[in-house]
């Protein structure tokens, strides 16, 4: 029997998300039927069926969507767990390259949090109005979001059921490392990424509060891109007092205080905040002030938060790295 | 605070006035949860015993085989490999199992040079505080707590015979006790010198059953591995990772077992909610249907049964976890403790460390949680989208 499937921690995790897909199907077949038979002018009693569905779908994505905040966080913690039996994996970054599933699920995983959130935005308006305007949309963007779901439950599965015990994985110093070859993309370097990185913070606290949404959606993805790699090639180092450390897992670890999930808790937000406010002004149209003053104040936190490292490393020590 | 907020007000209100409704499944909730607590926290606290036990542990261990077959290793090897570079504190061993044929016991009888260094941290404390004139006065020894309880049963009070493959006895005095913070690993350990072992278990001059050794930098392991196999092509080396692993899959490996059982369990729990709320929610109709009438719409309604059920999930977790935390740590965790043990040969009594990590609550948390708010969404959802009208009929 495969050693990683008796782990506590993976068998929660799959019993969890198993759980949720389960609501999330009953979820999906409601939308189906809401689809079809969806007609707000008409008074029979079908229709008002279908809109007390749309109460059953609304509640469980958003119970759904809230416990997938959690599992995000708790499936870093269940791979950071597992390196102790996958050899040569010191954190989460040789668990996840221990197969070919993982990384895509990561990503997938990440992609699927900025969409629901998306949903839950569009699904207020909604509700905020009395004749149900965007059910149709909300239902289609259900529907692709349930197929990402379902991709992420069949990823979710292969992965756990391929990770070998036996044979060895990279450690983190070698996959983000000189060694491994990885370096900055864009030709960038350490000094023009920091630049670069700086500069498109002033530019998103410049830009949010106009009216320049693509802009604004762009310069937030570029900015967490961007902030990803900094972290991993230059704040990272500081986080673990180490020139040649660089690795976006080990900082989730407690011999860090677990700092990794504030610091990626806080980007993450930031920059869906930010993007979600673009598309709440320009696609409906929405005053999103608060959105925005939100997003701003975490990815403030986040930069400020990534600085005072280097900060108080050279206050302690009198020089950088 | 909780009268400043009319809707909150109204939520603990209703809590406390329908408590008989709730207590029956607060109560089988929280037994549910204690009981994959316990194990959960046993299971961790014992790898965490065993984790600190094998940070003092040697890094290597090399023996000889012959084919496959465990046979006794040279001694002469010790030097050999204390000329690798990056090595040190080589120290051989003899130990092995001794048998007590009268009550089908054994110990693990350990023996060391005690005038050299040891590979093993807790090896090299316990040397250095014994007082190695006295130890030497007569042939002596160090038991564990178990050890030492069985030979008290056995009316060994201060000294224990053992039988050599010669067909002598050799009667060995009971120097020291080991400390029971050792218990998961030495309840059966005896350690005595080497040249004792090496008479009781008929092994002759130049010859050990292993030698241990450390090396300091990690980043060297495999180096040394690659060297350790020129020595001799006969030789086999035990790395302390792998000990670690392999402990490490054994205690998973068991709570895991216990864990995809109580999945069945889980299940039926839900089944129980589901049941029971819908049923409870089917007399709330009335109560949901002037709340309805009276102005609250279905999220209000929603909102309202996802608040009670919060409130039922935190407190049957939090009474569930302590309870277990008790049971566990406070009290030792009697009964569900032999799963882990498995008290084959000597009983063994051990020392809980209290170790919860957010880890571990996190785990139990979402064993519990998502159950639970899964079983209970549809029939809230249910009552919640009935008419008022129809509802107060």
């Known amino acids: 029997m495969n050693e990683i499937l008796l782990s506590s921690e993976v068998i929660v995790y799959l019993l969890s998300e198993a759980l949720l897909y389960l609501l999330l199907f009953i979820a999906a077949i409601a939308t189906l039927g809401i689809l079809k038979g969806w007609n707000f002018d008409r008074f029979t009693k079908r229709q008002f069926d279908l809109e007390n569905r749309s109460y059953l779908v609304m509640s469980i994505i958003f119970f759904v969507l809230g416990l997938k905040m959690l599992l995000l966080p708790y499936f870093a913690y269940t791979i950071d767990a597992l390196s102790l039996l996958v050899p040569g994996a010191m954190c989460a970054a040789g668990v996840i390259d221990a197969n070919d599933y993982g990384s895509p699920l990561l990503l997938l995983k990440i992609i699927i949090l900025f969409l629901s959130g ?194 108080l490393y050279y206050l302690k020590n009198g020089v950088l790295l | 605070m909780l009268s400043r907020s009319p809707f909150l007000h109204f939520l603990t209100l209703l809590l406390f006035k329908q ?119 007569e042939e002596s020894m160090i038991v564990g707590e178990g050890v030492k309880a069985f030979l008290q049963k056995h009316y060994y009070k201060d000294t224990f015979s053992f039988k050599t493959p010669r067909g002598q006895f050799k009667k060995v005095k009971i120097y020291e006790v080991l400390p029971g913070s050792l218990n998961l690993l030495a309840n059966d350990m005896i350690i005595m010198p080497i040249g004792l072992a090496r008479e009781i278990f008929g092994l002759k001059e130049d010859e050990v059953t292993d030698i241990t050794f ?93 608040y009670e059920t919060m409130i039922l999930v935190m407190s049957s977790f939090v009474i569930g976890t302590v309870a277990a935390y008790g049971y566990v740590f406070v009290l030792g965790a009697p009964i569900l403790i032999e799963i882990f043990l498995g008290g084959a040969n000597l009983e063994n009594q051990v020392q809980m460390i209290p170790e919860v990590s957010f880890g571990t609550l996190g785990s139990l948390f979402l064993l519990y949680a998502v159950p639970f708010f899964a079983a209970v969404l549809i029939p809230s959802w249910r009552v919640a989208v009935i008419p008022p009208k129809e509802a107060m009929r």
């Open chain 2, 214 to 306: 450390n090396v300091p930098n990690d980043a060297e392991w495999d180096n040394v591995i690659g060297k350790l196999h020129l020595v001799d092509y006969e030789i086999r080396v035990v790395e302390k990772r792998e000990v670690e692993k392999a402990y490490e899959n054994l205690y998973n490996y068991k709570g895991g077992i216990f864990l995809i059982l109580y999945i069945i369990a889980l299940l039926t729990l839900m089944l129980i909610l589901y049941q029971r709320y819908a049923m409870v929610y089917s007399h709330e109709r009335k109560e949901i249907g002037i709340l309805r009438a009276v102005g609250w719409s279905i999220r209000d309604i929603l909102k309202l049964k996802f």
């Open chain 2, 19 to 137: 408590k008989s409704k709730h207590l029956g499944i607060m109560s089988i909730s929280v037994v549910m949860i204690a009981l994959v607590s316990a194990v959960l926290f046993i299971s961790s606290s014992l790898q965490q015993t065993l984790q600190d036990t094998l940070d003092e542990q040697a890094d290597f261990t090399v023996t000889r085989i012959e084919a496959g077959r465990p046979v006794s290793t040279p001694l002469a090897w010790a030097d050999r490999i204390i000329e690798i570079e990056g090595v040190s504190q080589v120290a051989p061993r003899i130990h092995g199992r001794y048998f007590y044929a009268p009550r089908e016991e054994s110990f693990l009888v350990v023996g060391i040079d005690f005038f050299d260094e040891q590979g093993s941290k807790a090896l090299e404390s316990l040397v250095k505080g014994i007082d190695l004139k006295q130890f030497f006065a």
């Open chain 1, 118 to 311: 998306l949903w839950l935005g569009i699904n207020r308006l909604d509700l905020e109005e009395k004749h149900y305007p965007y059910m149709k949309l909300k239902s289609w963007f259900y529907l692709l979001l349930f197929i990402l779901l379902s991709a992420e439950i069949v990823l979710d599965i292969l992965y756990f059921t391929h990770i070998e015990t036996t044979n060895p994985v990279s450690c983190c110093s070698v996959i983000f490392g000189e060694i491994g070859g990885n370096s900055l993309p864009l030709g960038l370097d350490i000094p023009k990424l920091l630049i670069l990185f700086y500069l498109l913070y002033a530019l998103l606290v410049l830009i949010v509060f106009t009216g320049h949404y693509l802009v604004r959606i762009a310069a937030s993805l570029f900015f967490a891109m961007i902030a990803y790699y900094s972290v991993v090639y230059f704040f990272g180092t500081y986080i673990y007092e180490l020139p040649t450390h660089r690795c976006p897992f080990c900082m989730m670890q407690a011999e860090y205080r677990y700092i990794g999930y504030l610091l990626w808790g806080l980007l993450f937000t930031g920059t869906f905040l930010a993007i979600e406010s673009a598309v709440m002004e320009g696609i409906f149209g929405r005053d999103a002030l608060k959105l925005k003053k939100i997003s701003i104040g975490f990815l403030t936190l986040f930069v400020l938060l990534c600085s005072s490292y280097v900060g």
